[in-house]
């Protein structure tokens, strides 16, 4: 680069926004530490035996949010059957021992922040939740549905320290029209994309309220909201003892032709051996990927507009549009890349003549013993690309 040459002061704009979700973060952790605190084994329905179902009681440990005006629920270790879906109320703190395993007997979900006969519209859901600690075991095969954690329509969500495993299809966690998000210091491991058909599945997804089909757990207006400051970092995805890995580790696969997930900050993940993309931000603007390590992986890094294709390129109102979204401000920073590449590229920005991808910044990323394309660009504007290190076998 040259040295005239300087990140644009968006960028700027952009570390302020990410202190902004950290002191979120930390008045969060505050207010809800100090609520009411109950130990969920004092529960006489909760006896995290391994034999027993727990969810019943948890659940109306969870209800008490609503006239405590929020809830502290400690979990010590144990084994704790689910044989119904948790709902999560606002103001809900789940505090779970490292030791402690939550195990999904039914083939839903594990938790959601909204019922079926809701109707949420914007982030005014169930939100001001903390999901910190203990193994949540999705139980594939002998237990389908997919998805374990199911977020929509709400703001200041913690998730943090803990392991989701053993899944089949769907994601670990959907985030579908949520702001002010962080997810830190998990594992996500072990996944069957159940003969290749769910070889696109992301362990996170980035999700909007589209339509039914994409958002099939009802309690949701599709008014089309986007997410909006997500934070997710210092996690690790890979396979298990018993399954491989993710299709991608995080990501998104459907769109609307004028919305864009904004703000997004991925930074110091680990991502091994995904079958495809690591990485694709797909229908994404004011972008930050610092600092990630991929290893072995179908494909590296993705920066895609929507797809023109009938159902990726309608507008907000459900009309064709026949164009991709533009999209812009990228600083893909210090990534690291070694291995793989049987899928696609180690990194990819695809923009055309007509949906250009503005102001990228590729800077300071190392791609090591790939034996595909190493970085491949095509359709952006005013972007400054660094010198990448690529060495193949």
């Not at 053993?166 to 594992?187: D, T």
């Not at 909201?225 to 995080?250: L, Q, V, Y």
Request: aromatic share 8%; hydrophobic share 35%.
């Amino acid at each position: 680069m040259d040295k005239e040459q300087k990140v644009p002061a968006v960028f700027n704009e952009l570390a302020e926004i990410l202190r902004d979700i950290s002191r979120t973060s930390n008045h969060l952790i505050e207010e809800l530490t100090s609520a009411c605190t109950v130990l969920a084994t004092d529960h006489p329905l909760v006896r995290a035996d391994g034999k027993h179902d727990d969810a019943k009681g948890i659940q109306q440990l969870l209800n008490l949010a609503e006239r405590k005006e929020g809830i502290h629920i400690v979990f010590p270790p144990g084994l704790y059957t689910l044989r119904w879906p948790l709902r999560l109320k606002q103001n809900t703190f789940l505090d779970a021992s490292d030791d402690s395993i939550f195990r999904k007997n039914h083939h839903g979900p594990m938790l959601l922040n909204l019922r079926r006969r809701d109707r949420m519209r914007a982030y005014r859901g169930n939100g001001n939740i903390i999901i910190r600690g203990g193994t949540w075991d999705a139980n594939y095969p002998a237990y389908r549905g997919g998805t374990s954690f199911v977020l929509a329509h709400a703001k200041n969500v913690i998730i943090e320290q803990l392991q989701l495993v053993e899944h089949g299809g769907g994601h670990a966690i959907e985030l579908n029209a949520m702001r002010n998000i962080e997810v830190r210091h998990c594992k996500f491991l072990g996944y069957d994309d159940r003969k290749g058909e769910r070889a696109y599945s992301e362990a996170i997804q980035l999700d909007l309220a589209k339509a039914r089909r994409v958002f099939p757990w009802g309690g949701s207006v599709f008014d089309q909201t986007t997410c909006e400051d997500i934070w997710i970092h210092h996690n690790s995805f890979g396979p298990s003892d018993t399954k491989g890995s993710w299709g991608r580790a995080i990501g998104s696969h459907s769109a609307t032709a004028d919305r864009w997930h904004e703000r997004i900050y991925i930074t110091d993940n680990v991502m091994k051996e995904t079958l495809q993309w690591a990485l694709r931000a797909y229908s994404w603007r004011d972008v930050v990927l610092y600092n990630n390590r991929i290893e072995s992986c179908g494909g590296g890094v993705a920066i895609h507009p929507n797809y023109v294709d009938g159902r990726n390129d309608t507008d907000s109102k459900n009309r064709p549009t026949g164009r991709s979204n533009p999209i812009k401000n990228f600083l893909i920073l210090q990534n690291t890349i070694t291995g793989g590449g049987k899928y696609a590229s180690a990194i990819r920005l695809k923009g055309d003549e007509k949906s250009p991808i503005t102001c990228a910044c590729l800077l300071g990323n190392h791609v090591e013993d790939y034996p595909g394309k190493g970085v491949l660009v095509t359709g952006t504007e005013n972007s400054l690309i660094g010198k990448e290190t690529a060495r193949s076998r």
